[in-house]
Structure formats: C-alpha cells, structure tokens
C-alpha cells in the first residue's frame, strides 16, 4: 500500500516538459532579433520560419565596435525550477552560438549561457544540465552557478552569437524543450 501512494505521490509530482516548436505553426515564437546596432554595430540577421523551424542568418561586422547578433523571446515569467536539463535540436555554420537564460532587463547585469557549437549544417539535438551554465556578464565568465532561486525568476531566453569575429552565419532551430 505505502508504494502504490509512493507512486501515485511522484505521478502527481512529475513535471510535464515545456516546449518550443519553432516553425510556421508555433504559437509561442513572437521572438525577435537583437542585432549589434543597438550599440552602433553593423551586424546583420534576419528571421524566416520553415514548418518545423526558424531560421537565423546573417553577417556579424566587427566595425563600430559591433560583434553579435541575438534571437530573443519576450520579457515574460519562465519558472524552470522544476526542470534539470533542456534540450535543443539545431543546426549552424559560420559561428558558434549560445543558449542564454535571462534574470534581468538591464543588457549589462549578468546573465547564464550554455555554448552551441557549429554543427557543419548537420542537425544535432544537445542536452545541457542546468549545472553546466555559465554566469556571464557582457562577454565576460564569472564565478557562480544557476540557482534554483534564478531558475525561478528567468524572463527571457535566447540565442546569441558566441564568437565575436566577422563572419556569416545561419543556425536552424526545430526546438527547445525543457525536462
């Protein structure tokens, strides 16, 4: 009897997987790009869905002190504290990007960032722990880990080039799935 409850407790405790289908039908993609420009670079990137996919393409310009390129969700309230690990299936040429995870508004407060690497346009699905992000502040690591606290109060996830060198790129994302 005490395990059938036991059970019955971990069925009602499981957490259902939050998912991001990118691609024509997806209800929840009104992201966006973020380009350099806010700073004055000249970076250039630009967003066109597939039915399973987005697709983020563009030029990153090291002129006028630019260097990145970034697909964005919207400011909202994303408590992944229930969940230990997220999924991507993509694929990327030209730069290495990261996944970011957001707690503030403010572009120069720290943020957490796990890297994905170029796949040569083959498609990769990568599973990242939470325990293997990365606290950053404009560029640069710093020492700590993502709490359950911060994993609470994330607003915003995102892509964001990873490389800061002149190059074309393009990074195809079928979807994020957190577990």
Same mark, same amino acid.
């Given at each position: 009897?005490?395990?059938?409850?036991? *059970? *019955? &407790?971990? &069925?009602?405790?499981?957490?259902?997987?939050?998912?991001?289908?990118? =691609? /024509?039908?997806?209800?929840?993609?009104?992201?966006?790009?973020?380009?350099?420009?806010?700073?004055? =670079? &000249?970076?250039? =990137?630009?967003?066109?869905?597939?039915?399973?996919? /987005?697709?983020?393409?563009? @030029?990153?310009?090291?002129?006028?002190?630019?260097?990145?390129?970034?697909?964005?969700?919207?400011?909202?309230?994303?408590?992944?504290?229930?969940?230990?690990?997220?999924?991507?299936?993509?694929?990327?040429?030209?730069?290495?990007?990261?996944?970011?995870?957001?707690?503030?508004?403010? !572009?120069?407060?720290?943020?957490?960032?796990?890297?994905?690497? /170029?796949?040569? =346009?083959?498609?990769?699905?990568?599973?990242?722990? !939470?325990?293997? !992000?990365? @606290?950053?502040?404009?560029?640069?690591? *710093?020492?700590?880990?993502?709490?359950?606290?911060? *994993?609470?109060?994330?607003?915003?996830?995102?892509?964001?080039?990873?490389? @800061?060198?002149?190059?074309?790129?393009?990074?195809?994302?079928?979807? /994020?799935?957190? @577990?």
């Amino acid at each position: 009897m005490k395990a059938g409850i036991t *059970l *019955l &407790l971990l &069925l009602f405790m499981s957490t259902t997987p939050y998912n991001i289908d990118f =691609g /024509i039908a997806c209800a929840d993609c009104d992201w966006f790009v973020v380009l350099d420009g806010v700073m004055g =670079g &000249l970076s250039e =990137g630009t967003v066109s869905e597939t039915p399973e996919s /987005i697709v983020f393409e563009g @030029k990153i310009s090291l002129e006028n002190n630019g260097g990145f390129a970034s697909y964005r969700s919207p400011y909202g309230a994303y408590d992944l504290s229930s969940y230990k690990e997220v999924h991507i299936r993509y694929k990327s040429t030209g730069q290495n990007f990261a996944f970011t995870l957001n707690n503030y508004r403010r !572009f120069y407060k720290p943020n957490f960032k796990t890297e994905l690497p /170029i796949t040569n =346009g083959e498609w990769k699905e990568v599973i990242f722990p !939470f325990s293997s !992000f990365k @606290k950053y502040r404009l560029g640069n690591l *710093l020492s700590g880990k993502l709490s359950q606290d911060e *994993l609470e109060d994330v607003i915003r996830l995102g892509f964001i080039s990873n490389d @800061k060198k002149a190059s074309a790129f393009r990074i195809e994302i079928d979807y /994020i799935r957190f @577990k």
